[in-house]
DNA sequence: GTAGGAGCTGGAGTGCACTCCAGGTCAACC
DNA sequence: GGTTGACCTGGAGTGCACTCCAGCTCCTAC
């Protein structure tokens, strides 16, 4: 199965400067061409395009999704470093995610005691 | 009790230009200045400050951190729209840690199958 | 055979949230 | 009274991740 750029970014979830942008940076191997000199999406290009939207949805940078992609190219003998980088990203996630469930009951709290809070606040005797 | 803005910075986290900054952009109101000149922040301020950490922590962006910061201003009357925002953010911040955690189920599976599935990419027979 | 729409390229522009800088003031210590 | 260090101001610069644009090509449908 191939894709046209407008099916690979509705299905990858980016847009379809994105595409070429992340094609244009590194992020992704250029595809194959159609007769007409237009991209053409595999299944396999789509995979590794949803996988670049988990690390930046996790919030990896663009450089270091680079530098996975660079290693990946690489071949199997780049696999334990990038299984190292996946591990150490796990973490970051996990770390991020409990700061903001952290944040997050900091939040409920406020909203429960709304009323009394905001008084203290404009009387200005916070404790 | 009150403090230099060098002793805001690091109770709040902040950095001094980042301070300055919110206080151009009317994120924060000015703070009380010493004899020369000076920014010196109360306990409240400090306490704003924290809770402003808290909001962009959780990714709120800065222009609805201003709107809220000019309903406080306005006093007791906006409460109610005030408690909404707090309750649109909570939405938006527990949809966030959904997202994350099911990004990093998808993290967890390739670290687990990392050997199977970089085999596969290589070979190019992604399922 | 031409009008329309999708896609192409290289390069410029955008929005966000800071971050840095030059040149100056002020209080305190030696 | 000179030097040091923290702080001041207005304004410029930065890094990130896109996003948009002009001017072009190529297929498809009428």
């Known amino acids: 199965m191939t894709y ?51 690390l930046r949805t996790t919030g990896m940078p663009i450089r270091m999704m680079r530098e996975y992609a660079q290693l990946r190219h690489r071949g199997a003998a780049t696999a334990g470093r990038r299984k190292q980088m996946l591990f150490e990203h796990r973490a970051s996630v996990r770390e991020r995610i409990a700061e903001l469930q952290s944040c997050l009951e900091v939040l409920e709290y406020k909203i429960t005691h709304y009323e009394q809070i905001e008084h203290t606040f404009i009387e200005g005797v916070t404790a």
Chains 1, 2 share one sequence.
């Open 4 to 54: 046209s750029i407008a099916q690979a970014a509705e299905r990858s979830g980016l847009s379809i400067d994105t595409l070429r942008y992340y094609e244009r940076i590194g992020l992704v191997d250029p595809p194959a061409r159609d007769s007409g000199g237009r991209r053409s999406y595999s299944d396999d290009d789509l995979g590794w395009l949803v996988f670049l939207t988990r």
